[in-house]
């Protein structure tokens, strides 16, 4: 199993960036997908999860409103929109796989997540 998250780069404040998370080996529509960042000197934080079923959409609180998560099955990937980035969206971002199909509290939780991809960076200048 392998996961590729991709479309990360420089970005002026207010700017938008289209991540995207592809998979092999597995298929996502039987897994919840979420993406986490890691800012530099910083512990790697929650930031979206689309559930298997449903599917339910959870977002941390600082990027509701801005982020959206999607997944495409057809193409087996799961896309990140981010709107209206801010200086502290500058982060690697990371997408995980869990089996199971998580809740809000639990779709936070990195220790629920079975796959990772590598990372990708993005970085926004004020």
């Known amino acids: 199993v392998q996961l590729q998250a991709s479309g990360g780069g420089l970005v002026q404040a207010g700017g938008s960036l289209r991540l995207s998370c592809a998979a092999s080996?597995?298929?996502?529509?039987?897994?919840?997908v979420g993406w986490f960042r890691q800012a530099p000197g910083k512990e790697r934080d929650f930031v979206t999860a689309?559930?298997?079923?449903?599917?339910?959409?959870y977002y941390a609180y600082s990027v509701k409103g801005r982020f959206t998560i999607s997944r495409d099955i057809a193409q087996n990937t799961v896309s990140l929109q981010m709107n209206s980035l801010k200086p502290e969206d500058t982060a690697v971002y990371y997408c995980?796989?869990?089996?199971?199909?998580?809740?809000?509290?639990?779709?936070?939780?990195?220790?629920?997540?079975?796959?990772w991809g590598q990372g990708t960076e993005v970085t926004v200048s004020s």
């Open positions: 995980a796989a869990a089996l199971s199909d998580l809740i809000w509290t639990t779709a936070q939780d990195m220790g629920n997540y079975k796959y």
């Open positions: 080996g597995l298929t996502f529509s039987g897994y919840t």
């Open positions: 689309i559930t298997r079923s449903g599917p339910r959409k």
